[in-house]
């Protein structure tokens, strides 16, 4: 696991007077080395006049963010670590910027969250579902210890939270596309641990025939999936293989389908003959 994100040495020597105060790293299960692209931080309205207020700095890089203090604002920051009655929290949206992201993330939660000895779990507020809403926001609380005083507080050292994204699980709809020569498909998986339903016969929107199989399970969207699906000509026996990989689900394929009364998330992939 990778540590908090840490400013570039040109930031690093400007930030030379500075101390760490937090840093926030993300991690994402979708991508093969946890650590998501294209992460925006962006602090609420409230907060940005804070940090300017005290001259602190804020720098974000790849997955995480770091906050800065200079050592002569520390015993201002102490005095306000009360906001109207209430311990004080920086507040910070969480977004990204690939597009896709909305597909294979699914929404964050407080029990998805996993802290150890060096990270903690970043407090989070409620996100209405929305298409502009962020993936999560953090509300890092400025006292996190709690301090009873200005020395035990000043003396701690920097705070690492990790926010955790996962991947939602999907069933995988192979959808089998053009002329088949009236073969008995399967899709196997070489493993066991997958079941598909017998393909059968399904109108596309333009009219055509394809056959379609499903996963009997769902199967966790990754950027680089794992799984090595076979697509078996089972006409006569012994069967044979026609296809020795097939594609894994991707974001894009992802949508909602009705089974039975249920609405069920499916991960489409098409597969020409």
């Known amino acids: 696991m990778t540590g908090p994100a840490s400013p570039p040495a040109a930031d690093r020597a400007g ?9 926030v790293h993300v991690t994402h299960d979708y991508f093969a ?3 998501p692209p294209c992460m925006l931080f962006s602090p609420h309205a409230a907060t940005a006049a804070f940090l300017r207020r005290f001259d602190m700095r804020m720098h974000a890089e790849g997955s995480g963010f770091v906050i800065g203090v200079c050592d002569g604002q520390r015993a201002n920051l102490w005095s306000e670590r009360i906001d109207e009655g209430t311990p004080r929290a920086l507040c910070f949206d969480v977004r990204s910027a690939d597009p896709e992201s909305a597909y294979y993330t699914e929404a964050v939660t407080a029990s998805a969250q996993v802290a150890d000895d060096a990270v903690r779990v970043p407090p989070l507020l409620p996100v209405e579902p929305s298409a502009s ?3 999560a926001t953090l509300a890092l609380p400025l006292n996190p210890g709690p301090a009873d005083d200005f020395a035990g507080w000043d003396a701690a050292a920097c705070v690492s939270y990790r926010l955790c994204l996962r ?3 999907t069933i995988w709809k192979y959808v089998l596309v053009g002329d088949w020569r009236d073969r008995k498909l399967a899709v196997v998986d070489p493993r066991g641990e997958v079941a598909f339903t017998a393909p059968a016969s399904e109108r596309m929107p333009d009219g055509s025939a394809a056959l379609a199989t499903y ?9 680089r999936p794992a799984q090595r699906f076979q697509l078996h000509d089972v006409t006569d026996a012994p069967g ?16 909602r389908e009705m089974q039975g009364s ?3 998330a499916v991960s489409e992939i098409f597969v020409h003959s």
Not at 15 to 23: C, D, F, I
Not at 215 to 223: A, D, G, H, K
């Open 133 to 135: 809403a962020p993936l």
């Open 215 to 223: 996963s009997s399970v769902p199967i966790t969207l990754r950027e």
């Open 33 to 35: 080395d946890g650590r």
């Open 167 to 169: 991947s939602p699980g």
């Open 262 to 264: 249920t609405p069920i």
């Open 240 to 255: 044979r293989v026609l296809v020795p990989r097939l594609p894994g689900a991707r974001p894009r394929g992802l949508w």
């Open 15 to 23: 930030m030379s007077a500075y101390r760490l105060l937090a840093a």
